[in-house]
DNA sequence: CAATAATGTGAATAGTCATTCACACAAAGG
DNA sequence: CCTTTGTGTGAATGACTATTCACATTATTG
């Protein structure tokens, strides 16, 4: 009984999100090749018709987080015109994206991926990187325009601002979804809101 | 060349401490029987003496981590008597912690750790919401005292403060130590001292 | 001092996993 | 129509791992 033929772009798409899904429902020790080939309707061999080795498919899981992350820092943009509302937005989004695919943050946390691959870790890194950079660009829009008060690294509030969601969702996963992630990011969210914002500015 | 005898209990002590140190230099995937046994001086089978099966020296694992955290809570609570700069010790002891034995963030972040083991998960919950606990306790304490604002909640605010910690933590380790985990920490605990202190309170 | 229990050793076993290879089939292009 | 190229299959291989067992050695206890 042999799958039907598709383009080795389809397929690399789907191995990818298989893989994704695999790490997210079973960790990532349980991503084993045969595993993925299931998940997709493959034989394990047929993976190797679309990726050079195991390794090339976690990389680009990678890049699918990266293009899932930016696509968020895009949305806010395009929603809101305000920066505190934006991160707001952002918060929330990071939230959905992360209870939605718990393979993320057990990807970027999980140091299986990259011990022992000096490459992989630099593109966690750079994933991470890019994110933070892109949270701390609106951090700075927002100090320009006045709304958030400009005494604080930009940078330093954007590590801040995804420590709202991190042990949050940490917590959220480990408990099994008994953890109340959405509750504790609002309330997380007023008290990160007011520190943050420029004085004389009234809170929403 | 056999190596020297030395009690169960001694050895269940040296092996869960060489698992940990392998799990933070490369990652619990690299935890093998084998690899903690040459660690030890020991041979593989020789970890059977001590642990009925690999599962059992986790666990053990768990308890050491167990005992570091709750070590440094108290530790602060003799320190000093202010809860607010309690806290702060606190933060300051977590980041020493994670920073000498990355193992622990690893051991709790890596899904692997419970994947299928339900009792797992549930211990490395517990380990965190009894930490979690504890860190409210003080933050309850700061806000009978009058020195932390009392209208936010105890646990909310002691998920905040691990927030402080976590997103820096993570970046420092896949950054390959080039991340600023300190100036970090310290540039964080100022805002977020601030914003958790009670009106009318001046700022250290 | 003798006996027993505890600890350490090396070889063997059984399982899992990534990867390779020879072969099958189908579509595209000459 | 036939050849080439791309995709899928199943079997085989080699590496690694947890675990067990029969045996050796040391410490303890009566």
Known sequence: MS???LETEVRQDQIAQAALGV???HGLRALSVARV???VGLVPSAIYRHFENKDRVLSTVLDLIHDRLC?????VCAEAADPVEQLHRLLTRHISLIRENQGIPRVI???DMYAGHPER???VYWIVSDYLKRVADLVRQGQKSG???ADCDAAVLAVMFLGLVQPAAILWHVSDGAFDVTRQAERSWRVF???IRANGEGQA
């Open 3 to 5: 799958a039907e033929k």
């Open 23 to 25: 790490i997210g429902s």
């Open 37 to 39: 080939a299931r998940q």
């Open 71 to 75: 696509a968020n820092v895009q949305a």
């Open 109 to 111: 946390f999980s140091e």
């Open 121 to 123: 870790r630099a593109k």
């Open 147 to 149: 709304r958030i008060r």
């Open 193 to 195: 809101s007011e520190a």
